[in-house]
């Protein structure tokens, strides 16, 4: 028989449907192709039978009555007859030469999905120019390519093998630097990994979550990806990101609801915007919310040393007196190494596990001793606001070309002056420009002295506890309105007060 032979025609097959989904139905034609070469191979069963059967009459009568014709397919499409086989050769070959001019890159094949199926008959007519016009526009000039597969089902498309080992390479390196990855690869070869060392880190494992595999194939070559495209595919299940122009009246929280999101969403997928960012009409939000379609978990161990905190012991001594506090054994911090396995998926830690953890110094535990004894005369070293409410009209330091020995308190609820703190009172009456004043002392090292008042209510050597009303605010002595003047006195020297009123 002239022209192909039965077993390249079946041979021709297929493995992409120009109509199909770039990452469902061409899996499908993947699956279909047996089923496809099944049925033809019928379908020339049945049209030899006719052959031999119309052969032997044709004996009877006249040998030379016979036609060939041919019928053409497209993948599973029946595009027609025509009589010559020579004329679907030149349009393979013409459509071949078109795309290879394109694709200069790619091993390209035009007959992998055009099925010529001859036929002898004894009349027919066919119609070469709609069928051969019918094929131009059907077939498709198919590359030789390698299938990236997950769980068995083709997603998407490179040129070889090797840009399949390169898209996975650039995958995980989405993940880890290339120095981190080199190390891993060179101590997979490695019957045992060295012990970690203080504060070192590597990566023990870097996997797909998902079972993937890849596979020789032929698809359109405008669906082969580069393994750069490939990669953002694969991280987010799109080519595409997808944007939002902003209109009139929009805010983050408005956008956000119309496309199913959170505010916090919308901010992690543009880094450049903050929640109180002024938007403009026409700026483009990205709205794209990855859906990975491959996952890369990464395991590292890490050793660190890590401080272990002393505890503060506080020991209360009713021999000393309230407000005494004494250091009896200063602390310190411990330390321990602690290795840990650490899990990661697409960069986020998943699960932190602690594998060892040795202690190399103890911590030593602060004790401080205070004292619990109160007496009326002696003070607590706590000092109470002096006043009932009020405000500080005037603090301490510089002030009109002199120096201001303490603080000014004016405006109270009510004008009652109280002990700071429990005390004996060693002075009272007036003092030059302090006017009316009382001098406490607590017997503890601090003196407190009570000026410009109106009124005294209290005589030297009274013991007055804390809070206790010693006198009346007033405005004596040089004063520009009522209010109380309070001072501290530690050890015979100024301080200010504000370091050491509860207030």
């Given amino acids: 028989m002239n022209g192909w032979s039965l077993e390249g025609a079946l041979s021709m097959s ?37 052959i031999g059967s119309s052969y032997v009459y044709a004996n009877s009568t006249s040998a030379n009555s016979f036609d060939k014709i041919y019928h053409v397919y497209v993948g599973d499409t029946y595009i027609g007859a025509v009589s010559k086989e020579e004329a679907v050769t030149e349009i393979i070959e013409t459509k071949e030469q078109e795309a290879q001019g394109i694709y200069q890159d790619y091993v390209l094949d035009g007959k992998s999905n055009v099925t010529l199926i001859p036929e002898q008959v004894f ?31 083709p997603v998407l498309y490179l040129k070889n093998q090797a840009d399949y080992k390169e898209t996975l390479r650039l995958l995980k390196l989405q993940y880890v630097t290339e120095d981190e990855l080199q190390k891993y690869e060179a101590n ?38 580069t393994p750069v495209k490939a990669v953002e595919y694969l991280k987010s299940g799109s080519l595409e ?52 379609l491959l996952n890369v978990q990464i395991v590292k161990e890490k050793n660190t040393l890590e401080e272990m905190p002393f505890e503060k012991i506080i020991e209360n001594d009713d021999s000393k007196f309230k407000g005494e506090t004494v250091v009896k054994q200063e602390g310190s911090n411990g330390q321990k ?23 190399l110094t103890e911590p030593v535990d602060s004790i401080t001793v205070v004292g619990t004894k109160v007496i009326s005369s002696r003070g607590t070293g706590s000092f109470a606001w002096p006043a009932v409410g009020g405000y500080i009209s005037s603090k301490m330091g510089s002030r009109w070309g002199s120096y201001h020995r303490g603080i000014d308190i004016a405006r109270p609820s009510n004008y009652n002056i109280k ?19 009382i001098v406490i002392n607590h017997n503890n090292g601090y003196e407190t002295v009570y000026a410009h008042l109106s009124e005294i209510k209290v005589s030297v050597g009274q013991v007055v506890p804390q809070g206790s009303v010693i006198g009346i605010m007033g405005s004596t002595g040089r004063s520009t309105g009522t209010h109380l003047h309070f001072e501290v006195h530690k050890n015979g020297a100024l301080v200010d007060p504000l370091s050491y009123l509860n207030y």
């Fill in 337 to 359: 190494e602690v290795s840990y396995l650490v899990s990661q998926v697409n960069g986020a830690v998943t699960e932190k596990t602690v594998t060892k953890e040795t202690v």
């Fill in 14 to 50: 297929s493995k992409w449907n120009i109509n199909g989904d770039f990452t469902k139905k061409e899996t499908l034609s993947l699956k279909s192709t047996k089923n496809n070469i099944l049925k033809k191979a019928a379908i020339t069963t049945l049209l030899f039978t006719a």
């Fill in 188 to 225: 997979a070869s490695l019957e045992t990994l060295p012990t970690l060392k203080a504060n070192e880190t590597r990566i023990k494992e870097i996997k797909i979550v998902e079972a993937i595999s890849g596979g020789d194939t032929k698809i359109s070559p405008e669906k082969i990806l």
């Fill in 419 to 437: 002990a700071s703190d429990n005390g004996v009172v060693t002075a009272v009456g007036w003092e030059g420009t302090y006017g009316q004043r």
């Fill in 241 to 292: 990101k997808e944007v939002y122009a902003v209109q009139s009246g929009d805010v983050l929280g408005t956008i956000a609801n119309k496309h199913n999101l959170t505010t916090a969403q919308i901010l992690e997928l543009n880094p450049d915007l903050k929640e109180d960012s002024l938007l403009q009409i026409g700026q483009k939000i990205n709205i794209t919310v990855e859906k990975p």
């Fill in 123 to 153: 009349s027919y007519e066919t119609d070469d120019a709609t069928t051969l016009s019918n094929l131009n526009e059907e077939m498709i000039v198919e590359a030789e390519s390698y299938a990236l597969q997950i769980d068995g089902q």
